[in-house]
C-alpha cells in the first residue's frame, strides 16, 4: 500500500533496514516515521535508517513500553519526535481531499464488514490476528 501511495515500502523484519537506506539514500534517510505501532523491532529499524542528525517520527501508538537505547539518539545527534496524528484540522481537510476527489481513500481500506460484526470482526479481530494485517476496517450500517 505504501508504494501505492507513492512511498518507499519497506518491511523490517524482511530487509534490514539501515543498509537498505544507506544503500539508497547515501548515509541513511533523512526522516523515518513509525507508523506501525508493532514496537522494539520497528522502532529500531526506523532509529536505525536514519542519518546522523535525522529525525525519527513516531506516528503510531505501541502496544505497551518500548525499550530504546538513548545513547544511540544521543551520540548520533538524532531527534525523535512523537506526534499526535489527527487534529480537527486534518479531519477537515481530509474530507474536503476525499469529497473533491484529490484523495482516494480506498488503498487505506483493508476491510469492509457490517456494522453487526463490529464487535467481532472489528475490535476483537483487531485486538487479535487482525493486529498486525488491517489498515483501516469500513463498517457499514
Known amino acids: 500500500m505504501a508504494a501505492q501511495l507513492g512511498a518507499d515500502a519497506v518491511d523490517p523484519r524482511e530487509t534490514d533496514l539501515a543498509a537498505y537506506t544507506r544503500?539508497?539514500?547515501?548515509?541513511?534517510?533523512?526522516?523515518s516515521f513509525e507508523a506501525s505501532g508493532a514496537g522494539a523491532i520497528t522502532l529500531k529499524a526506523a532509529v536505525a535508517a536514519v542519518r546522523n542528525g535525522?529525525?525519527?517520527?513516531?506516528?503510531?501508538?505501541?502496544?505497551?513500553?518500548?525499550?530504546?537505547?538513548?545513547?544511540?539518539i544521543m551520540n548520533s545527534q538524532k531527534r525523535l519526535v512523537g506526534t499526535l496524528a489527527y487534529t480537527n484540522e486534518d479531519f477537515a481537510e481530509v474530507i474536503t481531499a476525499i469529497a473533491d476527489g484529490t484523495l482516494d481513500p480506498s488503498p487505506l481500506v483493508s476491510s469492509t464488514i457490517s456494522l453487526d460484526d463490529a464487535s467481532?470482526?472489528?475490535?476483537?479481530?483487531?485486538?487479535?490476528e487482525g493486529r498486525n494485517s488491517e489498515v483501516k476496517i469500513l463498517v457499514r450500517p
Open 23 to 31: 544503500d539508497t539514500y547515501g548515509d541513511g534517510a533523512d526522516v
Open 120 to 128: 467481532e470482526k472489528g475490535l476483537n479481530h483487531l485486538l487479535g
Open 54 to 72: 535525522g529525525t525519527i517520527v513516531m506516528v503510531a501508538s505501541s502496544h505497551g513500553e518500548v525499550p530504546i537505547d538513548l545513547n544511540t
